[in-house]
Each structure stands twice: as structure tokens, then as C-alpha cells.
């Protein structure tokens, strides 16, 4: 039942990558800033609408810009801002029982393959079509990175389709991985950045050193038993051994010979040069310990992380920090996760008019850059990278200037949402950290655990 | 009509009012409790995912899937280990500071009033707080093991110490509900049977074991039957601290069925687990509270 399920599949629908990135990113400034002339922003005036967030720097940065849009359109906008955790379980209980309660929130493809499967969510397409409710030319939804945008379509065929269909969210920002290290240490250590995952395995023994506050580790990464793990972090190792979790012939990819490999290097580079408790890291320890100055290396973690690095206030590392792309697979390959943060309507919502006025004015050009400006990262629209000023804001990030956005670009290319759209996913990628999980401390060998998982991975796609 | 049919015919009014006017409330209270429990059941029995608009009558088998999942069986095996640790621990813990703070002194005041602060801190504070001073780096709990010349622990990110490290957290948290019941307790020792035992030339000893030890029986067994319902269904110090992690150790009944239903949809396998749960939260109540009345009948048989 999996096997003929999947391989319909076939590989188009698998993967959307972030391709022209950086070119569209050169382009830059060229269409005008026009007004949004054509149409009528107080049309719903004297509606409210009603959101959720998850706590995040964007939402930090939409804050103080509120009232802009209250001005702007006489739409009330209330929101309720939780931690991600209860927060998707908030959002989950409101949409299953059909309330509207919220007209748009915060979600990312990942959770929109299950809403989008159930229902819950208005197809935006319909909206940017409207000449009477979106400026298609100020708007210019050309301006958004082509393979971020098209990781909010999909057809809601389980398994395949994606980028194509209806557009069930609007990014509002994304993160990819990198390494970021502590130059000072390598330079004293005498090592250099690692290129491949081949260097980094060959240098794990000797990353350590003492600080003033006791030793400092190796390498820190996030390992918890949640699907983050092969989705994102880890998962950008894996897709640099050229695993991805469905083959193009439609066949589970978890217990291959390249995944066994990925991950018994990544438990070895854990074991070697990572403390104990590094089983359990979750990414704000991974991401508190590395600005904390006790790691030298954070192994592909989010880049998103670097502004907290940079900030002299949550970081003691603020002055020595470099980043890097992250390391090539045995056969030179680079590939990396992406987790997108979107902005989705409520398909119960009563306010839908006044939603999308909402969400035409915060995806666009001149509010983009407000809230990058405010610390809302990284960019999904080419004219913000473009703009001095947010440009301006990275510059000064890494161990020399321009490095931050120079690594960011260069991982950009490489970036994607590489994984078959279905409504149970995170509970497929729960089952494999677990098997990851398992290996890291000691409960079985790598392989059994990987083709354990496979197998029961098979049979939830099988139901 | 006689005087005594009058008196029956009233009597039987006003019983028959008294009759409907309790019955009304009663059910409307049964019917409200009753129904979730119903529907929970009734969910059980279905293959109800929260994203799926259709949902399937599958009779048991989301019952039969979890006697197939191994992870069930580990969940069952720490739900209970959970269980028996916490009692193991809290019940001599209590028993002990509740016989100490039984001891007349200047400061115990002072320290009755200052045992109880832990009840007050909310769960999932407390395990956040734990969790920062377990954390085998920069936790001051290895500082101070390592202070004394002791190797650090792993605490919660082991799998082999995760589930005691949480079970240390309750035993903060909770002991001093224990010690609460304990005191007074031992406060309802009649002193002329201490007394008594003391004249007759009893030792300390025996006065604890052969007095107040059976007087605190039935207080003993309340304890037990609060805590072990109660971290049976224990899900906020796990959540915060480990969310059932490392890898399996400390993934309960709870925390499983919290996950299936909020992290995964699927509110039919969700409900059949919490169903099994209830289930043995029934029968360990019902044995204790069988074990009190006994105890209580023997008591006033004497």
C-alpha cells in the first residue's frame, strides 16, 4: 500500500528549493515604490481582526507597527502571542472546532500540509487575484524568493504536488543552517574552518579548550526526539549525504546506506566533542549555550540565531563569532533544511476582507522591511535584501564584514523544503530522531534503529 | 378520612416532592460529569483524527494497536514506576518531617510555616527551575556535587537518571502535602494514650511504632491514595522538564496521550490511552480505599 502510494510521488513533487535567491536579491530596488494608489485600504473599516503568534523576533518587530496599519485601514487588530509549543496546540484546538476565533496566524508549510488537509485554511490565490483588494503592482508578488513562496502551494495530495495549487500561506521570513565558530579559539587550537563533515569528524578530538569559566566544548547542536531534528539541523547533514526521506522512485530513504552513514557520523561528532546532556539539547539551550562561549563550533544550527549572537546584551561572544556555510557530504554535496515562517487565513474566519488587507499590508514591501529593520529574519522578498539599511543591519555580523549575509546567500541556494507534503509528517520525523536518538545512546545499532523506523514510518503511510 | 391517612397522604406529597427535587439535580450533575467520560469513551472506540472530517467506528482497535506499540508498554512500565517511587519516597519523607516538626521548639513555627512554600510554587515553575539547576553544566547542583569532590551527574539528559531526577522534583513539590496530613495526624494522637505508654515505661521508640504509627494508618493511607492518583495522571513537572524524554525514559501514559492527541491528531488513539489510564487510576484507588475501610472497620470493631 506505501510502496504504490509513494511512488506516485515521483520526484517533481518532492522538493522546492530557494533557487534565484541571490539573484533575484541583485536586482534589487527597480520597481517604484508606488502608493498603493489602486485601492481602497479603508473598504473594511471598523472590522477587527484577531491573530495568534508565536513568540519570535518578527513578532517583536510587528508590535510597534500596529497602530500603522489601524491608521491606515480602521481595522482593530487584537492579537494572543504564545511559546510555539502551546501555541500550535492552541491553534489546533481553535481550528478543529471551527470557531474562527482567529482570522490569521503564524504557521509554516509543515503545519499547513495538516490544516490544509482539513480544511482550515483559505486559499489566498482568490485574494491577490481581487483588483479591488490587492495592488498587484505595488504588491509585485514577483518580489518574493520564488522557491519560499511556492513552499506555501501544494494540491493537498498526500505525498506529492507541492509548489503547485492553491497558495496556503505567505512567508514572512526563513532560516536555513550554518556553523557559526569562535576564531579566536580555532586560531589558538591551530585548526581551520571545516570544509567537509570529513574534516570536522577528523578534528572533533582536538575541540576543546579552557575558558574563565571553566571548560569549553567541542561542538553544541540541538538533539531532541522531534521531528526539528531530520527536518532542519541534522536533516541539513543528511541531505549533504544525499539522503532525502523519499527517493525519486517513491521508496523510503531512512535506513539507506547514506543515512546510516550520516548518522553514525553524527553520533560519533556528538560523542567525541559534544558534553554530556547533549542528547537533550533543545535549540534554545543549543542556541543560549553557544552564545553563553562554551561550545567553539554550533553545527549547523538556525542562522536565525545570529542575532542574539551579535547582541552584546544576550551574548558573550558578540566580538568573536564567525559563520560558515555548512560542511560538504563525502561527495562534495551541500543541501540544507528551511523552516518558513508564514502567515495563513483562518478559513472559518468572519473577517476574511479585513484579513487580507491585513496580510496584503504586512507581507509588503515597505512593512517587509519595518519589521527586518526591527529584527525580524532573514528576508523572503528580494527588495529588502536590497534595501541599504537592512543590508546595513548584517553587515557588521561575523568575523569580518558582510560574512553573515555572504554565508546566508551562499546556504540560500542549497536551501529547501525537501520532504513529501503530508498531514502526519512531524509524526514520521518524531519516529526517526527517536531511531537517531536511540543510536546516540547506545540502544541498538544505527542501522536496526534507521530501518525500525523506515518500517513504522511505512506503515503510518500505509493507513 | 382519618387523622393518620391525612399525615400519610402529606407524607407521601412531600416525599414526592422531596423525591423529584433531589433526582432533577442529581441527574443533571451525573448526566454532566458523566458525558465527557462517555464521549471519551465513545472517541476510543473511533478512528477520530482532529484534521479528518469523517471518523470510523473501529470497535477496539486503537486498543489493539497499543498492545502492538512497544512504546505503550514502556509508557505503562514509567507510569507505574512513577507512581510507586513517589509513594516509596514521600510517605517516609513526610512521615519523618511531620515526627520533627511534632518536636516542641522555638523555630517550629517558623518551620511548619516554610515547609509548605513548595505546594505553592505551580508545577511547571518548579520543574523549570529544577531543570536549570539539574543542567550538568552550568546547574548549580553539579557545582555543588563537584564542590564536595563528586562526580556530576546526568540528571534529566540521561535516559538511565532522567526519570528519577523527575520523581526528586515531585518529592519536592509534593512531600509537603504529606507532611500537612502527617502533622495533623499526630496532632489527633490522644496525649493520655502516649502518656499511658510512657508510665508503662515505653521508649521513643515504641512509643512511635506501636502508638502513633498505628494511629497515622488511616492518615498514611490517604496520602498514598492522593499522591499515587495524583502522579499517576502527573503531566506538567514532566512536560516542563523533559517532555518525556531522554529518547523514552520518563514518556508516561499521560504524556503519550497528550502527544497523540495535540502533537499528532489523532484524538481516537489518544482517548483509548487515557481510557487505560483511568482505568488503573480506578483500581489502585479502589484497592487503597478497600484497604482503609478495612483498616477502619478493624479500628472500631475493637
Known amino acids: 500500500m506505501q510502496r504504490k502510494h509513494s511512488r506516485h510521488t515521483g520526484h517533481l513533487a518532492r522538493s522546492t528549493r530557494l533557487v534565484g535567491f541571490a539573484a533575484v536579491a541583485a536586482v534589487g530596488l527597480s520597481v517604484a515604490n508606488a502608493a498603493y494608489a489602486e485601492i481602497d485600504w479603508m ?3 471598523g472590522s477587527k481582526i484577531n491573530l495568534l503568534l508565536i513568540s519570535h523576533p518578527f513578532v517583536d518587530s510587528l508590535k510597534p507597527l500596529l497602530p500603522e496599519f489601524t491608521a491606515k485601514t480602521g481595522i482593530e487588530v487584537t492579537f494572543e502571542e504564545l511559546a510555539e509549543q502551546p501555541g500550535f496546540e492552541k491553534l489546533l484546538a481553535d481550528l478543529s472546532s471551527g470557531t474562527g476565533t482567529y482570522d490569521a496566524f503564524m504557521t509554516s508549510p509543515l503545519n499547513n500540509w495538516q490544516y490544509a488537509t482539513a480544511g482550515w485554511l483559505e486559499a ?6 481581487n483588483p479591488a483588494l490587492t495592488d498587484a503592482e505595488a504588491y509585485d508578488i514577483g518580489d518574493f524568493a520564488p522557491g519560499i513562496l511556492a513552499s506555501g502551494r501544494w494540491t493537498r495530495e498526500p505525498m506529492k504536488g507541492i509548489g503547485e495549487g492553491s497558495l496556503w500561506g505567505l512567508p514572512i521570513n526563513f532560516e536555513t543552517y550554518q556553523l557559526a565558530y569562535r576564531p579566536s579559539i580555532l586560531k589558538e587550537l591551530g585548526l581551520e574552518v571545516p570544509q567537509t563533515y570529513a574534516d570536522l569528524l577528523a578534528m572533533a578530538p582536538k575541540l576543546k579548550a579552557e575558558g574563565p569559566n571553566g571548560a569549553i566544548y567541542g561542538i553544541i547542536t540541538r538533539f531532541d526526539k522531534y521531528w526539528d531534528l531530520p527536518y532542519l539541523t541534522f536533516g541539513t547533514m543528511l541531505q ?66 545570529a542575532p542574539v549572537y551579535e547582541d552584546p546584551s544576550q551574548s558573550a561572544i558578540s566580538d568573536d563569532v564567525g559563520y560558515a556555510p555548512t560542511p560538504l557530504g563525502p561527495d562534495g554535496k551541500r543541501s540544507a533544511g528551511a523552516w518558513v515562517w508564514s502567515m495563513s487565513m483562518n478559513s472559518a474566519s468572519k473577517n476574511k476582507d479585513a484579513a487580507w488587507l491585513f496580510l496584503e499590508w504586512l507581507t509588503s514591501k515597505e512593512t517587509m522591511i519595518k ?3 526591527g529584527g525580524n529574519m532573514n528576508p523572503v522578498r528580494a527588495s529588502a535584501w536590497a534595501n541599504p539599511d537592512v543590508a546595513a543591519l548584517v553587515e557588521s555580523w561575523g568575523e569580518h564584514p558582510g560574512q553573515y549575509r555572504e554565508v546566508a546567500e551562499e546556504m540560500a541556494k542549497v536551501a529547501g523544503v525537501n520532504f513529501p507534503p503530508h498531514p502526519e509528517l512531524t509524526r514520521m520525523l518524531d519516529r526517526w530522531a527517536e531511531a537517531i536518538q536511540q543510536s546516540y545512546f547506545d540502544n541498538g545499532n544505527v542501522e536496526e534503529n534507521l530501518c525500525a523506523a523506515q518500517a513504522d514510518v511505512a506503515r503510518m503511510l500505509g493507513n | 378520612m382519618s387523622g393518620h391517612d391525612v399525615e400519610a397522604y402529606r407524607r407521601g406529597w412531600r416525599a414526592r416532592l422531596t423525591y423529584w427535587g433531589m433526582l432533577v439535580p442529581a441527574l443533571v450533575i451525573l448526566f454532566s460529569s458523566l458525558y465527557p467520560f462517555l464521549q471519551g469513551i465513545l472517541t476510543s472506540l473511533t478512528n477520530r483524527k482532529l484534521y479528518l472530517q469523517t471518523e470510523d467506528f473501529i470497535g477496539l482497535g486503537n486498543f489493539e494497536t497499543l498492545i502492538h506499540t512497544p512504546l505503550f508498554w514502556t509508557a505503562l512500565g514509567n507510569t507505574l514506576i512513577y507512581a510507586v517511587l513517589v509513594v516509596v519516597i514521600q510517605i517516609p519523607l513526610g512521615l519523618g518531617f511531620a515526627l ?16 509548605v512554600l513548595p505546594l505553592l510554587v505551580p508545577p511547571v515553575v518548579a520543574g523549570l527551575m529544577w531543570k536549570t539547576m539539574m543542567q550538568p ?13 563528586l562526580p556530576p551527574f546526568s540528571w534529566l539528559t540521561d535516559p538511565s537518571t532522567a526519570l528519577i531526577s523527575v520523581v526528586l522534583i515531585d518529592a519536592w513539590v509534593f512531600t509537603p502535602f504529606a507532611v500537612i496530613i502527617f502533622m495533623a495526624g499526630l496532632q489527633s494522637v490522644p496525649p493520655e494514650i502516649e502518656e499511658a505508654g510512657r508510665v508503662d515505661g515505653a521508649n521513643a521508640w515504641q512509643i512511635f511504632r506501636l502508638i502513633r504509627l498505628p494511629w497515622l494508618v488511616p492518615y498514611i493511607v490517604l496520602v498514598a491514595l492522593f499522591r499515587v492518583a495524583d502522579s499517576l495522571k502527573q503531566l506538567e513537572i514532566i512536560y516542563a522538564t523533559t517532555r518525556g524524554g531522554p529518547l523514552n525514559a520518563t514518556r508516561t501514559l499521560h504524556i503519550m496521550a497528550y502527544e497523540e492527541a495535540y502533537r499528532w491528531s489523532n ?19 479502589g484497592l487503597l480505599l478497600a484497604l482503609w475501610q478495612k483498616q477502619e472497620k478493624a479500628r472500631y470493631a475493637v
Open chain 2, 267 to 285: 484524538l481516537g488513539r489518544a482517548m483509548a490511552i487515557v481510557f487505560v489510564l483511568w482505568l488503573i487510576c480506578y483500581l489502585i484507588s
Open chain 1, 124 to 129: 489566498l490565490d482568490g485574494f491577490i487575484d
Open chain 2, 137 to 149: 553544566q552550568s546547574g548549580v547542583l553539579n557545582w555543588l556535587l563537584q564542590a564536595v569532590g
Open chain 1, 240 to 305: 549533504s549525504y544525499g539522503v532525502e526521506m523519499v527517493d525519486e522512485e517513491g521508496n523510503l530513504q531512512i535506513c539507506s546506506p547514506e543515512s546510516i552513514a550520516a548518522t553514525t557520523d553524527f553520533v560519533e561528532l556528538i560523542r567525541t566533542a559534544s558534553p554530556e546532556g547533549a542528547g537533550a539539547f533543545t535549540w534554545d539551550q543549543a542556541m543560549q549555550g553557544f552564545a553563553s562561549g562554551q561550545y567553539i563550533i554550533s553545527l549547523d544550527e538556525a542562522n536565525l540565531f
Open chain 1, 371 to 373: 519589521t527586518h529593520l
Open chain 2, 100 to 115: 520533627l516538626l511534632d518536636v516542641p521548639s522555638r523555630v517550629r513555627s517558623f518551620f511548619r510555616t516554610t515547609v
Open chain 1, 43 to 45: 473598504q473594511q473599516s
